[in-house]
C-alpha cells in the first residue's frame, strides 16, 4: 500500500491508514512517500496519538459463520475430486495441527500453495505436493481437475495459481482468509468466501463436524 502526502494536515489520517495496514488483516509493507519542502512544515499535533492507538489496539479477526462454515464442508463432502489449497495464512495462524485432523476427518487432499511446503506435513498420505514453480508434474493437473477446491489463507497468486488457471472455470471454490478475493481478470469470484483466521475456521469446522 502506498501514499504520497502533499499537505501536512493530512498526514494524521494517512498516517493512521498506513499503520491500521501494516498491522492488520493481512499484515505487510507500507510506503508513505513526502516531498522535500513539506519535511519542514510542522506535524500536526493529534498525529503521533492516532499512529499510537493505531498500533496498541488493532482489531481481532472476525469469528467465523457457523453456516458458512457449513456451507464450505458441504463444498467439500459434495464434491468428488475436492482438494485444499493452503498457504502461509495456516503457517502465519499455526493452524496446521488442525488442517491435519480436518484434512483427515473430511478425506481431503491438500496441496502447499507456493514456498510454503511446510504448510502440511510432506509425509502424509494425503499431501500431494506445492503449487507453483518446481512443483511435482501431478499438481497443476489435479487443481485444474479438482471439482471443488477450499483455498485457505492462501492469495491465489499468478505463480500460486499456475498462471490463472486455478480454480478452473467449471469449478465451485471457496476462500476462506483475513480478506478474501472478489473477482478479478481471470478469475471469477470464489463460490463461498469467508473473512477468518485460518486457524478459527478449521477450528470451527472440527466443531461442525463433532470433532
Known sequence: WAREVRDAAAIPGVLDE???RATTGRPGPVLLSLPEDLLDEPAPADAGRIATATVLGPPRAPEPDPVTVRRILHLLLDAERPV???G???LRSRATAD???LAELVEVPVIAAWRRPDVFPNDHALYLGMSGYFAAPSVHPRLVEADAILVLGCRLNEVASHGWSVPAPDARWAHVDIE???????LAGPTVALAADARTFVREARRVLGA
Open 180 to 186: 478474501p478475493l472478489g473477482s478479478r481478470a481471470g
Open 18 to 20: 498506513a499503520l491500521r
Open 84 to 86: 485444499i489449497l493452503a
Open 88 to 90: 502461509a495464512g495456516v
Open 99 to 101: 488442517l491435519v485432523r
